[in-house]
Structure formats: structure tokens, C-alpha cells
């Protein structure tokens, strides 16, 4: 191919632009609904898996003593468990002090403790873990290890609700690669589709380029370079609408979730995953039109 | 510069367009190919640009055997030629300039030199301040010298033209058959189909005449007929 004839394709290509907007935009629309659906798993997906870290960050283990401690063997052990390399600080919650400390968490419907004996709850080891020992298997074996210490009866940390949810992430990302792939599939037919209606609208002008001596590949790669536009601007409106509805939902979202999840842990795609719709995109306008060219030019 | 030998096209079921035909015609010829509507005219010129293949026999078109060359011959192929046809195949959404100088840069002419090449024969066939219309505000002659201006564009060997002047009147049939004489003036080998018998008194050149797909004669200005 000479330079003259890369010259041309890219008249073409910018001129088709111009001639065939509407239709153009039309096969972006497709694009960018489809990406849109798969975006939202995306986003919805990053936000779970930052608001999972985030209680997972906050690895503050319970360690629950037995009642029958007495005053030196609290401290024993409050020194033992401070002498784990895991351990970053320890409190030491006496009964009065956790009765005071549920008290307070209850505030006026404190009056339902009434009649209640003040050393009902046990007295525990709050148990800060250093950053990292905080990831879901370090977390385990160390609650694991408290547990077995003459002492404590009962031992709690977040890190149980983590991997419940690593259970439904699981889920929710297999659920996340059906739809994309079965979306995927969906508007690669309708990209296909939608360059088929473009070339048989030009057929004319296929014909006449044919018989003046345009090779296939002349021909073709308007086409093709047509539906790479498409399905990029398509994906970049997919984008723009989830930045938008991110922007404009994400405050009140914050707000609902409250201390689940800060504001500030609400974050918008990262660079990878806007890179995936970009690359997808593009995938999806030029194999569209790749082959509708490929089978009707 | 065109050879064919024994060629026949057969559409299925066993319909024949064309028979046997044998050929000749040298290079810098003019040839009226002659019959009346479906006599196998418009098969035969596209037997020669590759639109078709033949069933059997050999297509030699300058030098290159058609039956074998791939879709990119084909394509080189065309480069070569000037193609003209009755309803003038025009692109609607080009200017008249843009739409002759459309085969130059298919045939990788830098844009420049094809608009000037374009605009050129404009100049010559009298298109020249039409060349920024569309073709639809073109009468029928004009649109057809827009035409034969693209076909003309790439400077080619053999000029190929289906039934050029069917759509136009007497007078513009004539003035469009000069512009051809012309063409073969300057070298260019032409074969025009036609069946207006009117055309062929008027301009006496080599007739080769086809009648359902077979050569019935091939006769040249002063030489007796030679009849099949």
C-alpha cells in the first residue's frame, strides 16, 4: 500500500464520518450500552472489594476472657499477647468497662439493662494486628493461636465476615465475566450488523471503487477503521455516563453506607479497568466490522 | 491487446451468454461490439475487467490472463483500464472533480496530482465549471463525460464502455462517441458495446457483431464482411 493510498483510507474514513453521522452514532449507542452494563459490574465490583478491604483493615481482634481470671493472670497474659510479633497494641476491656462501653453503644434505650447484673459480659483483649499481618490468612491463624491460650474463651474478628464476602465475590465476579462475555457476544453481532447496514447503504460506492481498481483491502479498511472509531467513542460514552452517575449517586451512596464505607474509600474505575472498556470497545467495532466487511464487501 | 480464445460463459442451470468466442483485437484498435440485447455484449466486456469468469477458454487482456488473476490482479488489472457504462456509475456525495479524480487515487496518484489530472479533462471535455457539482445537477451528457473523464483519468491502455451513449439523445450520443475517437486517437485502444445501429452507419470502425452469445460477424470499414 503506497502513502497516497494511507492518505486516502483516512479521507474516507474522516468523510464517512461526516456522511454517515447518524448511523455512526448509532453503532457507538450500542457499544456504550453494552459497556455501560458491563462498566457497572466493574465499578459495583471495585467499590465491594475496597469496602471488604476496608473492614478488613480494621483487623481488631476480641479476645474473651474466662471469668475466672484472677488480677495477675490478666496481666500474664495481657503481656504474652502483647509479645506476638503479629500484635501491634492491646486493650484490656474489664466487665465494668464493656458494660459502660455497651451502655453508651445502646444510648437512650439504655434503660433495657436494667435489673441486669453489671458483670454480665466478659471482660477482653482488644487486639490491634499490625498492617501486615492483616491479610485473611495471617488474621486466622493468629485468632487461632489465641484461641488455644489457657485463658481465653471465645476469640471474634472481622476477618470472618471478610472471607464470607470473598465467598460472594466469587460469585459476584463470575457473574460479572457471564454477562460481559454473553454482552460481549450481543454487540459484537449488532456491531456486525450495524457495518453490514453501512455497507450495503454504500454498496454503490463499493461498486464503482471495485471497478476503478480499489484492492479488498482498500475497500475494507475504512470499514474497519470506521468501527474502531465507533466502538472507542462508544466506549468513552459508557464512561462519561458512569462518571456522571458516579458523581452525582456516589455522595448519597456514602451517605447510606455511613461508617461501612467513607466517602472517601468511593472511588470511580481505576486506570486498568477504564483501559479493559477502552481495549474492549475497540475490539467490538473493528471485529464488527471487520467481518461484515470481510463477508459482504 | 485483448485475446480471447474458445471462451464460453455458462450461467447455471445451461444457459449460455456466450459460445465459443474467439477474438482478436491489436492494440490502438477502435471495435464496436454489435447485437441486439442480450446477445452476450455486456458479458463479454465483463469477461474482460474481470467482473466475470469464463466457464471455459482463456481472456488475455494486455498481456495478463484474466481466468487466472487473483482479486488483486483483477485489481491492478482495472488500473490499467477505463471503464464506461450506460448508467454512469457516479458517487452522488462527491463533486464531479472529486468523482474523476477518485480512480487516480485508487491507483495511488498522491490527492493533488489527481485533482489536477481531473481537472485537466474537465477542462477538455468541457466540464469545467461544473466541477465542483454534484453529478445529480449534471444533465445526462455531462454526467456521462464526467464518466469518460474518470476513464480517462489513469491514462489508460484499453478503454472498455457499455452501451455509453443508451441513456442520451442523438446529437449527445454523437459528441459522446467523438470524445471516444479521440481517446483512441491518442493511442488508447477502444471497444464499445452499443446495439444503435444508427451509431454504427455514422461512425464506421471495426463491428464485431454477437448474436445469443455467439460471434456472427466481424467486419472493418472498406473490407467485406466476414460473416460466422
Known sequence: ?297 | MVHLFHVSKRYPPDHYALADISLRVEKGEFVFLSGPSGAGKTTLLKLLFGAERATSGQVIVNGRNVTRLNPRGIARLRQRLGLVFQDFKSLSHLTVLENVALAAEVAGVPRRESLKRAFRLLLELGLKDKHQLTPAALSGGEQQRMAIARALVNEPVLVLADEPTGNLDDELAGQTLRLFLNVHRRGATVIIATHDAGLLRRFPQRVVALQHGRLVGDSRPGVEEFAF
Open chain 1, 1 to 297: 500500500m503506497r502513502p497516497a493510498h494511507v492518505l486516502f483510507i483516512a479521507r474516507r474514513v474522516a468523510r464517512n464520518l461526516k456522511d454517515f453521522l447518524g448511523s455512526h452514532l448509532l453503532a457507538s449507542a450500542t457499544v456504550a450500552t453494552a459497556l455501560f452494563i458491563f462498566g457497572g459490574f466493574l465499578l459495583l465490583q471495585q467499590n465491594l472489594y475496597g469496602l471488604l478491604k476496608s473492614w478488613g483493615n480494621q483487623a481488631a481482634i476480641l479476645a474473651y476472657l474466662d471469668d475466672d481470671l484472677s488480677a495477675a493472670e490478666v496481666k500474664a497474659l495481657f503481656s504474652e499477647v502483647r509479645s506476638f510479633p503479629e500484635v501491634d497494641s492491646v486493650r484490656y476491656i474489664s466487665r465494668e468497662k464493656a458494660w459502660e462501653e455497651f451502655k453508651k453503644s445502646l444510648g437512650q434505650q439504655g434503660g433495657l439493662l436494667e435489673g441486669l447484673e453489671r458483670d454480665v459480659l466478659p471482660a477482653s483483649l482488644e487486639i490491634s494486628v499490625k498492617p501486615e499481618y492483616r491479610a485473611d490468612g495471617a488474621l486466622k491463624a493468629l485468632a487461632a493461636r489465641l484461641e488455644r491460650a489457657p485463658g481465653i474463651g471465645e476469640v471474634e474478628y472481622p476477618a470472618e465476615w471478610v472471607e464470607r464476602l470473598n465467598g460472594f465475590f466469587a460469585v459476584l465476579r463470575w457473574a460479572q465475566w457471564s454477562v460481559g462475555a454473553v454482552l460481549f457476544g450481543a454487540a459484537l453481532v449488532i456491531a456486525r450488523n450495524t457495518a453490514r447496514l453501512a455497507i450495503l447503504a454504500r454498496r454503490d460506492e463499493i461498486e464503482i471503487l471495485k471497478l476503478v481498481g480499489a484492492t479488498g483491502a482498500l475497500v475494507k479498511a475504512p470499514f474497519v477503521l470506521e468501527g474502531m472509531i465507533q466502538g472507542t467513542l462508544g466506549a468513552l460514552l459508557a464512561l462519561a455516563v458512569l462518571a456522571l452517575l458516579f458523581v452525582a449517586a456516589g455522595g448519597e451512596l456514602a451517605a447510606a453506607l455511613g461508617s461501612f464505607l467513607p466517602a472517601d474509600e468511593l472511588r470511580f474505575l481505576d486506570v486498568e479497568k477504564v483501559g479493559l472498556l477502552l481495549a474492549i470497545g475497540w475490539a467490538l467495532g473493528a471485529g464488527g466490522s471487520f467481518f461484515a466487511a470481510r463477508k459482504f464487501v
